[in-house]
């Protein structure tokens, strides 16, 4: 198996960070080893964190005489550490900012002062403290969404964030560290009226009693009768979070009179690493239980019906499509499993499918694991006489993360099996790989989705 090595200077150029970390044996941590530029530039490689375990390290800044790092070794939610720049052994590390109940996202510096972000319900949280850990203030977003950035020089006076939501464009604000006053910096021109869309938050109770958070967003004034052409989006793994975040391509879909529903399953980091292995290796189910949840909760508060409602996702994400797809074939009208991991016994013989392994196990590690994904993998369970949805698989001939041979089986097995009146199509883009190439064919994808979803549920979209 391969090993994963990163190296990246501090701030200073004082010290150069090698990272080493090998998922290949399972292990979702990394080692971190340094040298000292100013000190012997030719000098060997000293262990800052010496072996990979499941924890994981990453330098946040350096003192003149301390590491300041993110771990989430004992604290699987994440904090902020200092250990001894001499000395930096782990057992006396000082916990500048301790573990918190929502997981830290990341944590910055900027003008002398440390920056972490933290995800509450699926929406950022910003707070500014100094280098040893006393809270100076909150960063006020302007509304629930996603920020990022924040990351400046040590003699700033002003730091730059981003923030974005479904219907904010990502935007740059420049910050004033010293008053926290925020003032838009670079903003996009998109012809389109955020005023004109509501966007809602919801929680609803999958199959085990799980409270599952899902964004709805759609233009105002639809009628809630059960009739919305409606798109479901999940993906639900690798510890990937779902976050509030503006695409101009899917205006044409809401303006059309759409709902897009995206739901924060199990599996992705939403609420941490708990959230993480609730939906990993042996407790995948409930990824396809959230998300068939999901649609039933759309049925049952009038936003769409069976004859109205289109799953989609991408990558991991159409593994989960195909998988439901199989589960429950009367709950969708229209399936889209893009790139999808569809052959789940042999992943891992493929391009880097291997490094998958840490979050769906082996079909070779054991019989608790082979019996796992055989009962569960899109490829493996297409059965005969099953009216399953209308289904675009698309996938490209370059795609060297998920190879197309995945799609490909996948596509000829349900063609051969399903012999209903459903259309089962793929379409392969050429010269791309696991996304498009370029704008125009990303563009041209999502006119074939978006059509292919109208067209199978015989509505004619109005603008």
């Known amino acids: 198996m391969q090993r994963f090595n990163t190296t990246v200077t501090s701030e200073d150029e004082r010290f150069l960070f090698l990272y080493i970390s090998d998922r290949g044996k399972g292990l979702e941590g990394n080692a971190i080893f340094y040298k000292d530029l100013e000190a012997d530039p030719n000098g060997e490689f000293k262990p800052l964190i010496k072996d990979i375990t499941n924890d994981e390290y990453g330098v946040v800044e350096n003192t003149a005489s301390q590491f300041i790092l993110q771990t989430n070794a004992n604290a699987p939610n994440s904090k902020v550490i200092a250990v001894d720049i001499k000395n930096p052994d782990l057992a006396k590390a000082v916990t500048i900012i301790p573990e918190k ?4 996202q990341g944590a910055s510096t900027a003008g002398g002062k440390l920056f972490a972000s933290y995800l509450k319900d699926v929406s950022t949280r910003t707070y500014m403290y100094d280098l040893k850990g006393k809270l100076i203030k909150e960063l006020v977003y302007p509304g629930i969404g996603t920020g990022s950035g924040l990351h400046g020089r040590r003699e700033d006076k002003f ?3 981003v923030f974005t939501s479904f219907t904010v464009p990502p935007t740059i604000y420049k910050y ?77 879909f809401l303006d059309a009179g759409g709902v897009y529903a995206q739901a924060n399953l199990r599996g992705g980091g939403e609420y941490g690493e708990k959230w993480h292995k609730a939906g990993m290796l042996l407790n995948k189910q409930n990824v396809f239980d959230d998300f068939i949840a999901a649609g039933e909760y759309l049925i049952t508060e009038k936003y769409t019906s069976k004859n109205r409602m289109a799953m989609r996702g991408g990558s991991n994400g159409g593994l989960l499509v195909g998988a439901v797809m199989n589960q429950r074939p009367d709950l969708f009208k229209v399936a889209i499993p893009q790139v999808g991991v569809m052959d789940m016994l042999r992943f891992h013989k493929f391009t880097i499918g291997w490094n998958w392994i840490a979050d769906y196990g082996s079909s070779e590690k054991d019989v608790a694991n082979f019996k796992n994904l055989y009962a569960y993998s899109p490829l493996h369970n297409l059965k005969e006489g099953v009216e399953y949805p209308a289904t675009l698989v698309t996938t490209a001939d370059h795609d060297d993360r998920v190879v197309p041979a995945h799609s490909f089986k996948y596509i000829a097995t349900l063609q051969e099996k399903y012999k209903g009146n459903n259309p089962v199509l793929i379409r392969i883009d050429t010269n791309s790989g696991h996304g498009a190439s370029n704008t125009k064919k990303n563009i041209e994808t999502l006119a074939d989705i978006y059509s292919f979803i109208f067209y199978n549920m015989g509505v004619e979209p109005t603008l």
């Open 159 to 161: 730091v730059f964030y």
């Open 101 to 104: 109940e929502e997981p830290l």
């Open 176 to 252: 004033d560290i010293a008053t926290g006053n925020s003032t838009i910096f670079r903003k996009p021109e998109v012809s389109f009226s955020p005023a004109n869309y509501e966007t809602k938050q919801v929680f609803y109770t999958s199959k085990d009693g799980a409270r599952i958070p899902m964004f709805i967003i759609h233009k105002k004034g639809i009628k809630m009768d059960g009739n919305n052409v409606t798109l479901l989006y999940g993906y639900g793994g690798f510890n990937v979070n779902l976050e509030p975040g503006f695409s101009a391509t899917l205006l044409p």
